[in-house]
């Protein structure tokens, strides 16, 4: 879109696209980017006289790159055993480890010639080769493909390359689950995290213990997210068999991806606590009004012998290295209640509850370390000590993983910041389906970087890999899984295994997505169509504006409303460029959809065009840094409901953390209020890094979602702030958003985030 004023909104630089730029992907298509890729002249054409030859024709990949030619070319091409003496006629594949002895491990070289394209690589490595191979083919199942000259000398960035899947709140049948495991083979992921232990679901058969499935693999209703407003009263129910799980286990191996399964210890164990309520702890009896939160493991020699006997049968079935014991967001207040634990900290000589978490943590390390595993946990169980030899799976940020690396442990950077929380909102629109209340664009995820600039070089190599994650509790159905996690998987596996330098957000997303999108669709998967503009919901100041959608998926089509409405395929299809000239103090509404050639929607977009006076800034002298804040206790559903709750408490503060209120006020609202220094004249663009529970104010002016922009003199402009938490609900993993985050983008400037002790006033 071009656009007469230079201030625009963070993510506009979409809009304003060169038509001219030049269609040439040093990748081809690739995902992910090869670390080098060097093309020649030429092509090899495929056909059904095509042979193939392998120096192992039972390899597993050799398998699965014949059945991909039979089931999606159509062709029956014969497998021989290749031997480098014979010279064949016709043209050829060869596949073999022969030559790959200097290649890293899983790493791959892959040459196409005129008449011959060789794969180099031993286990993984062929494997991947053939992936590569595999992309480069196009989607029509045509007899013949014809495929370019090039040569490709590739390896991964990380050893660890992860998505998880929980499959507690929502379960997924083993067909389902294999589809997962199918999109990660894809593209190079090689850990497959199952979460199959929570509070609220036990879906994984012990024998031992038959009542962890009988009873703990039961709810009584249908769960989604927080909401109960719906109480339907039918159980929900399921759980893996031993035999399922070994399926699932052996499905994966054959594509070179190990399964790491979580069994969630001490906390999170509801489940497991409604089987086997002897495992929790009892209130001291001098206790008036004992915790409610019960879902907490007691850590009495009864428990350990369970555990052990539970982590047995899953070793047996799980051959992972890592076995995940969660360890995260444990409640600890039923052990500061209980006799036991008080006089077993001081029997340990512990400092505290989070030390005896920490023996808890390290007793299991042991047993799992004396059968030759090795345990992977989330941040918190850095809380009271590391154990000895324990992975730390980054997630409240990058702070528990920098602390990990530190102290020389290897370290899974997945945090839920970085759009790498694959059950987060993709933007702010009302219309995306509901998921968790924090939301992250498509090239959030794509550009983070797992490795800290802060770490030595040293500390660097403890950060082992990175993982996406999806949590189900807005996930029911098939359908929504795959809408969150795709095309995000593809921004994954470009960060878990290309290079920094290979990256490009612009071809890829321009260029290569566009062909993945066809293949998604040939394979009948769902996932969520680009929109025609990178910002969902906008506001633009100005006169003059020319609006340029674009999608970059073949074949695919926009339509556009004037009238406000979000548009529909009988509305006007985009054909050139729309100008609009906005009178004084009027605004304009610009919607668009795409949709593309398999009948796959995008959600609307709006832009919001306003020809607005510049306000004039507020006379203020006090100069005081800090925010005036008022706490208001409640529940709260909506920002409205602030301004009709009674007051707890007010001060000034000079962070908009509420970490501290949060301990003793567990469902609060925050108002803050004061003034913000505007340093020259024009038009500034605010957002907020939460999707529903923060409300943004300038000079009594609300900025709503869609109109973040305004006009600004010079000077001082009143602020406020609305921001509710409430504590999340039995069954609802991760916390809520702890502290409203503001985003100022300035002219000129990019978005520099407010912090209340040097930009804001009381």
């Excluded at 790491?260 to 702890?281: F, N, T």
């Excluded at 006997?309 to 079935?317: C, I, K, P, R, S």
């Excluded at 299991?364 to 918190?380: A, H, P, V, Y």
């Amino acid at each position: 879109m071009r656009i007469t004023n230079a201030a625009l909104f963070l993510l506009f630089p979409v809009l304003l696209m060169n038509t001219a730029y030049a269609q040439d992907d040093p990748n081809l298509g690739i995902i992910p980017a090869p670390a080098s890729l060097v093309k020649s002249s030429g092509t090899f054409t495929f056909s059904k006289s095509t042979i193939i030859k392998a120096s192992q024709p039972n390899d597993k990949a050799v398998a699965l790159f014949k059945d991909f030619i039979l089931i999606n070319r159509g062709l029956n091409n014969k497998v021989i055993k290749y031997s480098p003496k014979t010279k064949g006629s016709g043209t050829q594949v060869v596949l073999t480890a022969r030559g790959s002895e200097a290649l890293p491990a899983e790493g791959y070289k892959l040459i196409i010639a005129p008449r011959k394209i060789t794969v180099i690589g031993k286990g993984a490595g062929l494997f991947y080769g053939i992936q590569t191979l595999i992309q480069l083919f196009p989607i029509d199942k045509v007899a013949t493909a014809n495929l370019p000259c090039l040569i490709i000398t590739d390896e991964p960035r990380f050893g660890y390359r992860g998505m998880m899947l929980d499959v507690s709140r929502h379960f997924f049948n083993v067909a389902q689950v294999k589809k997962v495991i199918d999109l990660m083979a894809f593209y190079k992921l090689n850990n497959f995290h199952w979460h199959l232990v929570d509070g609220v679901g036990w879906r994984i058969q012990i024998k031992k213990y038959p009542k962890l499935t009988e009873v703990g693999g039961t709810r009584l209703q249908t769960m989604f997210g927080s909401n109960r407003d719906w109480p339907d009263g039918l159980p929900y129910t399921g759980f893996y068999t031993q035999d399922e799980i070994r399926d699932v286990v052996k499905y994966a191996a054959d594509r070179f991806i190990n399964v790491v399964p979580e069994i969630e210890m001490p906390a999170h164990s509801d489940a497991a606590l409604r089987a086997y309520p002897e495992l929790m702890c009892t209130p001291d009896t001098s206790i008036k009004n004992p915790a409610r939160t019960t879902g907490i493991y007691c850590p009495t020699e009864e428990t350990f012998t369970f555990l052990e006997n539970v982590l047995t049968e899953v070793m047996d079935l799980f051959p992972s290295k890592y076995i995940h014991i969660g360890g995260d967001e444990a409640n600890k207040q039923p052990w500061k209640e209980s006799a036991f634990c008080q006089s077993l900290i001081k029997q340990l000589n512990l400092k505290d509850e989070n030390a005896l978490q920490s023996y808890f943590i390290q007793r299991i390390e042991k047993f799992l370390n004396s059968k030759g595993r090795s345990i992977i946990g989330w941040d918190e169980i850095l809380e009271g000590g590391l154990a000895p030899n324990a992975t730390v799976m980054s997630w409240t940020g990058e702070a528990g993983g920098i602390a990990a690396a530190q102290q020389k442990h290897n370290v899974i950077m997945t945090p839920q910041t970085t759009g790498l929380y694959f059950d987060h909102y993709q933007s702010r629109s009302p219309l995306e389906p509901v998921s968790f209340g924090r939301y992250a664009i498509f090239s959030e995820t794509y550009n983070y970087e797992p490795v800290p600039k802060v770490l030595t070089a040293e500390e660097k190599k403890y950060i082992i890999g990175v993982q996406g994650n999806l949590w189900t509790e807005y996930v029911p159905s098939v359908a929504k899984l795959q809408y969150q996690i795709l095309p995000r998987l593809f921004a994954l596996s470009e960060i878990a295994w290309s290079k920094p330098e290979k990256k490009d957000y612009k071809t890829f997303f321009e260029l290569r997505l566009a062909k993945h999108f066809e293949r998604l669709d040939a394979m009948h998967y769902n996932y969520r169509v680009p929109t025609a503009f990178d910002v969902i919901d906008t506001m633009m100041i100005g006169a003059q504006f020319t609006m340029e959608p674009k999608t970059f998926i073949p074949g695919a089509r926009i339509f556009y409303t004037l009238n406000g409405r979000d548009p529909l395929d009988t509305d006007l299809p985009y054909e050139a460029p729309v100008v609009f000239n906005i009178p004084p103090g009027e605004k304009r509404t610009f919607k668009t959809l795409v949709i593309t050639p398999s009948g796959r929607r995008s959600l609307p977009t709006s832009a919001v065009m306003f020809n607005q006076a510049p306000i004039t800034a507020t006379a203020y002298t006090a100069n005081n840094p800090g925010l005036k804040f008022t706490l208001v206790k409640g529940n709260f559903t909506s920002i409205d409901e602030l301004d009709y709750a009674p007051a707890d408490t007010s001060g000034i503060t000079k962070t908009l953390e509420t970490t501290e209120f949060r301990k003793t006020r567990p469902n609060s609202g925050i108002i803050y209020e004061g003034y913000i220094s505007v340093l020259t004249d024009g038009i500034y663009n605010f957002y907020t890094a939460t999707y529903n529970d923060t409300q943004l104010s300038i000079d009594n002016i609300k900025l709503n979602e869609n109109e973040g922009a305004i006009s600004l003199l010079k000077g001082y402009h009143k602020i406020k702030i609305k921001y509710f938490y409430n504590a999340p609900a039995v069954g609802v993993r991760r916390r809520n958003t702890p502290s409203p985050r503001i985003y100022m983008i300035a002219p000129g400037t990019v978005d520099k985030r407010l912090v209340a002790a040097d930009v804001l006033f009381n």
